[in-house]
Nanobody, 120 residues
Framework: QVQLVESGGGLVQPGGSLRLSCAAS????????MAWYRQAPGKERELVAG???????NYADSVKGRFTCSRDNAQNTVDLQMNSLKLEDTAVYYC??????????????WGQGTQVTVSS
């Protein structure tokens, strides 16, 4: 079993910054990709940013230029640096990973979520 544990959420004023971190642990062969999703009240969960094992990243249009997703393959961690935060960034942020297990099978895992609130 693989666990994803997030940290770093909290309350911040508009224009401020937060850094989220996610650490993966458990028995696995490798992590194919890691990503951050978010879900605001009354809305569907959406992809915020993702990064492959090779370091390729992709971002939602709404966060491009403000958020940076980075990954440490040796530590099995993924971070999300969020700058110039806006009210509309308020949501629960979830870490997500596609993990390769013994036998080559791939499984998807989610973290428990961390609240990010942008408010004045």
């Amino acid at each position: 079993q693989v666990q994803l544990v997030e940290s770093g959420g909290g309350l911040v004023q508009p224009g401020g910054s937060l850094r989220l971190s996610c650490a993966a642990s458990g028995r696995m062969i490798s992590i194919k990709s890691m990503a951050w999703y978010r879900q605001a009240p009354g809305k569907e969960r959406e992809l915020v940013a993702g990064v492959t094992s090779g370091g390729s990243t992709n971002y939602a249009d709404s966060v491009k230029g403000r958020f940076t997703c980075s990954r440490d393959n040796a530590q099995n961690t993924v971070d999300l640096q969020m700058n110039s935060l806006k009210l509309e960034d308020t949501a629960v942020y979830y870490c997500y990973a596609i993990v390769t297990m013994t036998g080559g099978y791939e499984y998807q895992y989610w973290g428990q979520g961390t609240q990010v609130t942008v408010s004045s």
